[in-house]
């Protein structure tokens, strides 16, 4: 009953201070919205239009080219927005000087000659005579990332145009089989489902360094707990009624976040389900061990806060808690 009594006091001491309330509380709240107001849009799945222009000539196998782009760049699934335009050296000028200014994303250029060496093409592999394909000249801006992606994609566009070529010559191929099967998830990422369980553990970390790290120094600083020592509380009482009073902190700062994720931004995870609840409580064991060892090895206030914040930022960030690190170099994922 007494430990009861000392957690409740402890935990009220500690909420009435205003700066406590602010960053322990609503600063884990306001973080979350931050993260989703910079972060969210750039996993909402959208569709990616590439600008192409086309540098176009009449005859047979340039018109099937023309028609399939034309094709690809209709409909709300479209991956073209097409700007046509008929070939000449001026045009092509032009547009690769919009290509360099980054107006466009690709030029496609299908040669003057490109109709008659098809047809020479067709004409000597029914020969038997081997010889190099005809080919349309594709323009891209090297190192940047939308124009190579374009590039990619009207690759293996002309790799289809091949059988569709081979088709209109009186060439019967057979198309290949195949089976697909979703082995993965249907759904697209969901930041807020990632970003949540991240604020999550922010809050016990932050209260684990600075709600028990420095508080405790502060306490054997000022000489308030060997004061305690000379009244009839015993330690163990005293850290067990600290421990508490950080847990109902804990506990609160992560009901607040979770309404927040829950309610405003709609998140998948419940909060309430058993494997969610269990890595809140190891990660409440681990952190707040952590806490309590940059305690026992600060001699000051100071020196706790300076650890603290030394180890701080670097945590949180080589942890992965606002953003996945998949990507990033192999040094910093083995720290």
């Known amino acids: 009953m007494r430990i009861l009594k000392i957690t409740n006091y402890l935990f009220k001491s500690m909420v ?58 209709k409909g709300e699934n ?17 547009e690769l000087e919009r290509l360099r200014s980054k107006k466009t994303d690709l030029v496609l250029e299908i040669p003057d000659d490109f109709d008659a060496k098809m047809l020479n093409w067709f004409m000597l592999r029914n020969m038997g005579i081997t010889t ?31 059988f569709e070529f081979l ?58 707990i060997r004061r305690i020592n000379v009244t009839i509380l015993s330690n163990s009482e005293f850290i067990i009624s600290y421990i508490l009073s950080r847990f109902y902190l804990i506990i609160l700062q992560i009901i607040l976040v979770s309404i927040v994720a829950k309610f405003v931004y709609k998140t998948s995870i419940n909060p309430l389900s058993p494997a969610f609840l269990l890595y809140v409580f190891l990660a409440i064991l681990c952190l707040s061990s952590f806490g309590f060892f940059i305690a026992s090895v600060s001699k000051t206030t100071n020196s706790a806060n300076a650890i603290s914040q030394v180890l701080n930022f670097p945590l949180q960030f080589l942890g992965g808690l606002y953003f996945p690190l998949t990507n990033v170099p192999w040094a910093i994922r083995l720290i």
């Open 16 to 73: 009435r201070d205003g700066s406590n309330l602010f960053w322990l509380l609503v600063f884990p709240c306001i973080l979350l919205a931050i993260m989703m107001l910079i972060f969210s849009p750039l996993y909402e799945p959208r569709n990616v239009v590439f600008n192409l222009t086309l540098l176009s000539q009449k005859g047979t196998f340039s018109e099937i080219i023309e028609k399939v782009f034309d094709e690809t760049s």
């Open 132 to 162: 190099s394909t005809p080919t349309v000249n594709v323009y891209s801006l090297k190192h940047h990332t939308t124009s190579q992606s374009a590039y990619i994609v009207v690759k293996s566009i002309f790799q289809r145009l091949e």
């Open 78 to 94: 479209r991956i073209f927005q097409l700007r046509k335009i008929h070939s000449s050296e001026r045009a092509l000028k032009e």
């Open 167 to 224: 088709k209109r010559m009186g060439y019967e191929i057979r198309g290949l089989e195949s089976k697909v099967e979703i082995v993965g998830t249907r759904e697209t990422f969901s930041f807020i489902d990632y970003i949540y369980p991240g604020i999550v553990i922010f809050t016990i970390f932050m209260t684990a360094l600075f709600g028990i790290g420095v508080d405790m120094t502060w306490l054997r600083e000022r000489g308030i």
